[in-house]
């Protein structure tokens, strides 16, 4: 016979220490669940902050029971479903800026009547009393329509982020009924229809983006761009045509372009509320394709615009820079008109429209070149060379798109030029007065009294 001695073989200090791990755990595991439950509930209210109201449940995963998934436009659909028309639906990407916006036009068949209506927006609706079957009911047959004050149908359009280019909305139909009172909420989809709403071509905003060329060369920045504004000559140049002049942007594919009171801009999509957007897709086939929206967004569409071809160059810097003769080693002096001026490498000088050559110099002045908005044809001086004994001032004459370039050479005379000078002068001179006899009756007596002696 074996004996136990229990102060040998206790089992109190095993119970003991299991009962401390198994708090422990217990502990454990309610601090995890915790702060599984707490980082649920902090991204779940981050991802619903600015969104519009969507229903709670997932409608994509929807396949049995009551709140089956049913698509309105087939023939088995209840007829409440059917009778109801989407119209058109706004597919303009700044919509979840303004959520608020109405999102969908929608129609009751048999109504002229549309509704703009805003995502989450409750609507209520009616039936006409019908006499059918010797009794009044409210229900079919007879035709629905909207209501103005709440009733037991209601119908809720739902336009979700990921399925915002869908051409299709979510809607959910709530209904109580007549007998039991219970309320029966069905989840269906409806086909937009968008044939009918075509862009109302006079429209100013569309006149002018339509009329637009484009093109993609920037030879200028190609070859005298640094490494930031090298990357803008990758950009498109759109030129619009306003009573006012030309205007000239620049964009990339994806950019989106916004309708101001001046006209369009290039411009981020929290700008674009309630005014005419349009979006660069991409180029093919030789044009730009550019997608369209109106204010309203319910009308959009693709227009294509055309290349345009260089800019016919009309300076002719030979004979415009008259007399270069060396002033020094890395400088050149000529006549510009009735000035002498200096030419040297590095200098950018241009001519506008009804306006003599200058140099830009300024800052200000060479970033609203480059942004194009000063145009006009440029003369980049590029290099003071000796060739053969003789010396050359070279460089490049761009055409007002900067999409072509002529090489430009002047030959530099190294001697005194004063005979020279003073015969340009006087050419000058007789050129300004016989056109000044052409324009107006002034007698030559009075015009020459006026001419500065040389």
Not at 309 to 331: C, G, Q, W, Y
Request: hydrophobic content about 40%.
């Amino acid at each position: 016979m074996y004996v136990l001695w229990s102060h040998r073989f206790s089992f109190a200090p095993w119970f003991q220490t299991m009962s401390r791990l198994g708090t422990g755990a217990a502990i454990a595991t309610l601090l995890f669940l915790g702060f599984v439950l707490i980082s649920v509930c902090t991204s779940s209210k981050a991802a619903l902050e600015g969104a519009p109201h969507v229903p709670s449940w997932d409608f994509r995963k929807i396949e049995k029971g009551l709140l089956a998934l049913r698509d309105a436009s087939r023939e088995e659909a209840p007829p409440i479903l059917r009778a109801l028309d989407v119209r058109a639906k706004n597919t303009r990407p700044d919509i979840f800026y303004n959520p608020s916006l109405p999102q969908m036009l929608l129609k009751i068949n048999g109504f002229s009547e549309t509704r703009a209506v805003a995502s989450g927006q409750k609507l209520f609706l009616h039936w006409e009393p019908s006499h059918a079957g010797g009794k009044v009911r409210n229900g079919p047959p007879a035709p629905l329509n909207w209501s103005e004050e709440q009733s037991c149908f209601t119908v809720t359009p739902f336009v979700f982020p990921a399925a915002q280019d869908a051409d299709a909305v979510f809607f959910t139909v709530s209904l109580e009924g007549e007998e039991n009172g219970q309320r029966q909420e069905i989840p269906f989809l409806i086909e937009a229809v968008q044939d009918n709403l075509a862009l109302a071509q006079e429209e100013p905003w569309l006149k002018s983006l339509r009329s637009a060329q484009f093109w993609a060369k920037d030879l200028f920045l190609e070859l005298y761009g640094t490494v930031e504004a090298g990357a803008s000559g990758n950009a498109y140049k759109i030129a619009v045509e306003y009573n006012e002049g030309l205007q000239i942007l620049q964009a990339r594919d994806g950019d989106f372009l916004v309708y101001m009171s001046d006209g369009w801009a290039k411009a981020p999509l929290e700008m674009a509320a309630e005014k005419p957007l349009a979006q660069v897709i991409k180029q093919e086939q030789g044009k730009l394709f550019i997608r369209i929206w109106d204010s309203s967004g319910f009308m959009s569409g693709v227009i294509s615009l055309t290349p345009a071809a260089p800019a016919a160059i009309a300076s002719k810097v030979e004979t415009e820079f008259v007399s270069p003769r060396l002033r020094n080693s890395a400088e050149v002096s000529c006549l510009l008109g009735q000035r002498r001026v200096v030419l040297k490498p590095g200098d950018w000088w241009l001519k506008e429209e009804n306006r003599s050559w200058y140099s830009l110099k300024k800052i200000g002045e060479i970033d609203d070149f480059v942004s194009f908005k000063r145009e006009g044809e440029l003369f980049v001086v590029d290099s003071l060379e000796k060739n053969q004994g003789r010396s050359m001032l070279k460089g490049r004459l761009f055409d007002k798109t900067r999409q072509f370039a002529q090489m430009v050479s002047l030959p530099i005379a190294e001697g005194r030029t004063g005979g020279v000078v003073k015969q340009h002068r006087a050419d000058t001179r007789k050129k300004a007065i016989h056109e000044s006899t052409r324009r107006a009756p002034i007698s030559l007596a009075k015009r020459g009294a006026e001419e500065p002696t040389p």
